[in-house]
């Protein structure tokens, strides 16, 4: 094998790694999402701000972005709350949903809101984190390092 040979297969075969990184990349985030839709809370019509399912339909994919072997993607939810109260801003729910904590009014003196039919009116809430997206990070990493290894696999056999 002559030398220009030899020069063109490495070329070859850093296009591919070139492209894999950017295929993987994405491929990870999408079972990432793809994980995360299955783990997010799905809340209940009678005890709920948004419409049930409303977070795991926010979930999106945005990238991959890069060059030159370096990529990068984002996942995350998008959800956004349909009912602030009067006056009230429009907020993202999904940290909340992922880690918990307090919620306190912004715009009147009590929170107000509907479960299963009654009306509250409390100073303040506290909720229970659900670790959504902690969860999905954990039940996709397999599936995530399997994708890795048949990509890498497929780069090296020269597919």
């Known amino acids: ?12 075969f850093a296009t591919r790694v070139e492209r894999a990184c950017g295929e993987i990349v994405g491929a990870a985030a999408d079972i990432f ?11 209940d019509p009678e005890n709920s701000t948004n419409p049930p399912g409303a977070l795991k339909a926010s979930m999106y994919v945005d990238g991959p972005f890069g060059g030159k072997g370096v990529y990068t993607a984002q996942m995350g939810p998008t959800v956004e709350s349909i ?7 429009v907020l993202n ?3 909340q949903r992922e880690f918990g904590g307090d ?3 912004t715009v009147a003196a009590r929170l107000m809101f509907t479960s299963y ?10 909720q229970e984190g659900s670790h959504y997206l902690l969860r999905a990070r954990l ?15 497929a780069v090296v056999k020269g597919a």
């Open 1 to 12: 094998m002559s030398v220009a040979a030899t020069l063109a297969g490495l070329d070859a």
């Open 33 to 43: 999402k793809t994980q995360a839709q299955e783990t997010a809370p799905v809340g």
């Open 93 to 95: 729910y999904g940290r």
């Open 139 to 153: 039940e996709a990493v397999p599936a995530v390092e399997a994708m890795v290894i048949a990509h890498l696999t």
């Open 117 to 126: 039919g009654s009306v509250y009116g409390v100073p303040m809430v506290t």
């Open 83 to 89: 009912n602030p109260g009067p006056g009230g801003t």
């Open 103 to 105: 919620i306190f009014p």
